[in-house]
T-cell receptor, first 115, second 119 residues
Framework: DADVTQTPRNRITKTGKRIMLECSQT?????MYWYRQDPGLGLRLIYY???????NKGEISDGYSVSRQAQAKFSLSLESAIPNQTALYFC??????????????FGDGTRLSIL | AQKVTQAQTEISVVEKEDVTLDCVYE???????LFWYKQPPSGELVFLIR??????QNEISGRYSWNFQKSTSSFNFTITASQVVDSAVYFC????????????????FGKGTHLIIQP
């Protein structure tokens, strides 16, 4: 089983719909992140969470919200989807060990298309 | 603010050639971390290497090597004797140690270099 699991893997929906992307991890990491990837733009940080009581906005949080339901679960919501939110979305986790940031572990991505 | 620049949008070489992917970064922190990730056509992100700002030693792992130079703020990646399976998008990323002596507020990614290895 994958350490970081994203559901769904693919989603096609219509403008104005509410959508939730889910992420769960078995790595036991405290830190979880949501990124989006657009062609030619690399990955950009949407939201991140250092524990269930710590939620922070990233570079491009407008139009998104998140919920950290448990240490292992971090969901991303689009309250009213719009076409320019069509992208590949990645969830990631990381841990802090001996004062050094550990590499972020990524899920396989959710390909979201908004018509 | 931190920034990562991968000036090479796309590189195409013939198999067995050596190829270097450039990465230049900007940060005001003295403590930071640099990463390379590979994204094959299947779409997942594969971690390749992490380097912290205190360690300027170059690293070699099989056909892969990395050259970290703080003086030029560069962290370049070389593939020796390239193979078709190396075809992918490669991302360089930066993380600053901005929280609690090591916490990172996510990664800042470059836009990626699409590497095409022709048989």
């Amino acid at each position: 089983d994958a350490d970081v699991t994203q559901t769904p893997r693919n989603r096609i929906t219509k403008t104005g719909k509410r959508i939730m992307l889910e992420c769960s991890q078995t790595k036991g990491h405290d830190r979880m992140y949501w990124y989006r990837q657009d062609p030619g733009l690399g990955l950009r940080l949407i939201y991140y969470s250092f524990d269930v009581k710590d939620i922070n906005k990233g570079e491009i949080s407008d139009g998104y919200s998140v919920s950290r339901q448990a240490q292992a679960k971090f969901s991303l919501s689009l309250e009213s989807a719009i076409p320019n939110q069509t992208a590949l979305y990645f969830c990631a986790t990381s841990d802090l060990e001996a004062g050094f940031n550990q590499p972020q572990h990524f899920g396989d991505g959710t390909r979201l298309s908004i018509l | 603010a931190q920034k990562v620049t991968q000036a090479q949008t796309e590189i195409s070489v013939v198999e067995k050639e050596d190829v270097t992917l450039d990465c230049v970064y900007e940060t005001r922190d003295t403590t930071y971390y640099l990463f390379w990730y590979k994204q094959p056509p299947s779409g997942e992100l594969v971690f390749l290497i992490r380097r912290n700002s205190f360690d300027e030693q170059n690293e070699i792992s099989g056909r892969y090597s990395w050259n970290f130079q703080k003086s030029t703020s560069s962290f370049n990646f070389t593939i020796t004797a390239s193979q078709v399976v190396d075809s992918a998008v490669y991302f360089c990323a930066l993380s600053e140690a901005t929280r609690s002596g090591g916490g990172a507020d996510g990664l800042t990614f470059g836009k990626g270099t699409h590497l095409i290895i022709q048989p």
